[in-house]
């Protein structure tokens, strides 16, 4: 049966949304073929809204294929669907890394409340204990590396965040490609780069476990506010410019919780092509 979907993107980080039942699972080589900017329709992530006995509930797949527990971007794309197709300004929905809920921010802008960041070394997850403000890892040479004891932050999701000026493309091509798989993260790891411009503003690029170098990354950009904030290098709310634009994070002191506010754009729609199921 053809699936349509809605193409979408938060500040260029883009979508494939689609509305299935509950148990659709897509085999990784599906996922990729449609994931495949030359041959497929072309995203970073596969978004499946489906509505459950609790709900509403979202899925989110990388452009490799494989399922993970959290998106950022996308959750703010699926949100402001969810509120255009009922005609409300809040939505409350189920993610695998737990309830999520978001409401209007203005003409297609959208707050997420992402929930608390996970800070304890075994919840990013770290295969070691280590003190997830600036864990032992460095990248070049022993007496004199690039980047090192960058902070763990998990938002449903790892993150590691290096605080630096370096973010020329190939050096976080490099790195990140080189950290995403470290074994240090027995669940692979998104990899921040950021340059602390002020205390309420940072400059962050992202290489993406499994979607590579985005033009932006939600859950980054909440993973590296927690970060900074927890090393006193920014105030516990900034702004956080991505090559795709801007987000507003605010790591609330009350709530513990991460709210990420920014826009959401739709950019057409169409069918999945029906691939062969390999
Ligand atoms: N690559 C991420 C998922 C998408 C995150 C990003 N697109 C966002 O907006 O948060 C991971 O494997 O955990």
């Given at each position: 049966?053809?699936?349509?979907y ?23 080589a599906?996922?990729?073929a449609?994931a ?5 329709i072309?995203?970073d992530?596969?978004?499946a809204l ?7 509930w ?21 949100a402001w ?11 409350g929905?189920g993610t ?7 409401e209007?921010?203005?003409d297609?802008?959208?707050?997420v ?15 070691e204990?280590m003190?997830t ?20 932050v998990?938002?449903g999701n790892?993150?590691?965040?290096f605080?630096?000026?370096?973010q ?23 990899v ?26 939600g859950t ?13 290098l ?23 919780h ?8 739709v950019?057409?729609t169409?069918?999945l092509?029906?691939t062969s199921?390999?």
């Amino acid at each position: 049966m053809a699936t349509p979907y809605v193409k979408m993107n938060g500040l260029g980080n883009d979508f494939a949304v689609v509305r299935v039942g509950r148990d659709w699972s897509p085999s990784e080589a599906q996922v990729r073929a449609w994931a495949d900017r030359a041959s497929g329709i072309g995203f970073d992530q596969l978004i499946a809204l489906s509505e459950g006995d609790g709900g509403p509930w979202v899925r989110f797949w990388n452009s490799d294929g494989g399922e993970v527990s959290a998106c950022g971007n996308g959750s703010r794309a699926a949100a402001w669907l969810m509120m255009e197709a009922t005609g409300t300004d809040r939505v409350g929905f189920g993610t695998p890394a737990g309830p999520l809920s978001a409401e209007r921010a203005g003409d297609r802008r959208v707050t997420v409340d992402m929930g608390a960041p996970r800070l304890n070394w075994d919840r990013i997850p770290l295969a070691e204990e280590m003190d997830t403000r600036g864990i032992e890892l460095q990248v070049g040479p022993i007496d004199d590396p690039v980047v090192h004891t960058p902070g763990a932050v998990s938002m449903g999701n790892p993150h590691v965040v290096f605080f630096t000026d370096r973010q020329d493309d190939a050096f976080v091509r490099g790195t990140g490609s080189l950290i995403e798989h470290h074994p240090l993260f027995p669940e692979g790891v998104n990899v921040g780069f950021a340059n602390v411009l002020g205390r309420d503003r940072i400059r962050l690029r992202v290489w993406e476990r499994g979607a590579g170098l985005t033009k932006a990354c939600g859950t980054g950009a909440c993973a590296a506010l927690v970060a900074a904030a927890r090393r006193g290098l920014t105030d516990r709310a900034a702004t956080l410019q991505l090559d795709g634009g801007e987000l507003r994070i605010v790591w609330d002191e009350a709530t513990d919780h991460v709210l990420m506010t920014g826009g959401v754009e739709v950019e057409g729609t169409g069918v999945l092509p029906e691939t062969s199921p390999a």
